[in-house]
């Protein structure tokens, strides 16, 4: 069973608008949380990464939240453009005790369509 | 892009052949990962290496070898591809506490 539940799977929203996706996950102990942006036919590229201390972290229009108590994270997009039309993959890093950085725990991604 | 290449970006070929991806970057990174990414999953680490020569198994290892002999290039192998390996192919490094990743692979086992 995936550590790291997304959703919703998949939304449209009218350029301008708002939104936000969810993130909960199961992954212990943890370490660190990130989210990444995938458009079409490309890599991920990272937009946040939050450890357990952080509950906010923005990039731009993007804020990421984090509840580690509840485990559960958001990522707010504020005045959608279309260029944000894209796949967005939250990614939750375990603590090992040979790496400090954390095996990453990656979810299926939500997809956003920005119509305009 | 964190000068990570990938090569080739599409490939097609029939079950049961041997089949090489490789990963390049310039900046002389420690750490590179293979995932694969399927529809409905989340990324996958099949392999990373943590050094040249020093590498190590991800969650998806099966069916999979990879070789690390100098920092900059870090292949994957599929010694006898099946059509369960038909996938998108990420190579990624790690910088401080970002991960980093090149364009893809899609392979396509017929």
């Known amino acids: 069973k995936n550590q790291v539940e997304q959703s919703p799977q998949s939304l449209i929203i009218l350029e301008g608008k708002n939104c936000t996706l969810q993130?909960?996950?199961?992954?212990?102990?943890?370490?660190?949380l990130r989210w990444y942006k995938q458009d079409t036919g490309r890599g991920p590229v990272s937009l946040t990464i939050?450890?357990?201390?952080?509950n906010t972290k923005s990039n731009g229009r993007y804020t990421a939240t984090l509840d580690a108590d509840t485990k559960q994270s958001s990522l707010h997009i504020t005045a959608s453009q279309l260029s944000d039309s894209a796949s967005y993959i939250c990614?939750?890093?375990?603590?090992?005790?040979?790496?400090?950085?954390?095996?990453?725990?990656f979810g299926a991604g939500t997809q956003v369509v920005v119509t305009p | 892009d964190a000068g990570i290449t990938q090569s080739p970006r599409h490939k097609v070929t029939e079950t049961g052949t041997p089949v090489t991806l490789r990963c390049h970057q310039t900046?002389?990174?420690?750490?590179m990962y293979w995932y694969r990414q399927d529809p409905g999953h989340g990324l996958r680490l099949i392999h990373y290496?943590?050094?040249?020569?020093?590498?190590d198994k991800g969650e998806v290892s099966d069916g999979y070898s990879v070789s690390r002999s100098k920092t900059e290039d870090f292949l994957l192998t599929l010694e006898s591809a099946t059509s369960s390996q038909t996938s998108v192919y990420f190579c990624?490094?790690?910088?401080?506490?970002?991960?980093?990743f090149g364009p893809g692979t899609r392979l396509t086992v017929l």
């Open positions: 290496s943590y050094g040249v020569k020093d590498t």
């Open positions: 939050m450890t357990f201390s952080e």
């Open positions: 993130c909960n996950y199961t992954v212990s102990p943890f370490s660190n």
């Open positions: 990624a490094i790690r910088e401080g506490a970002g991960q980093f």
């Open positions: 990614v939750v890093g375990a603590t090992t005790t040979t790496d400090s950085w954390g095996k990453l725990q």
């Open positions: 900046e002389n990174h420690r750490y």
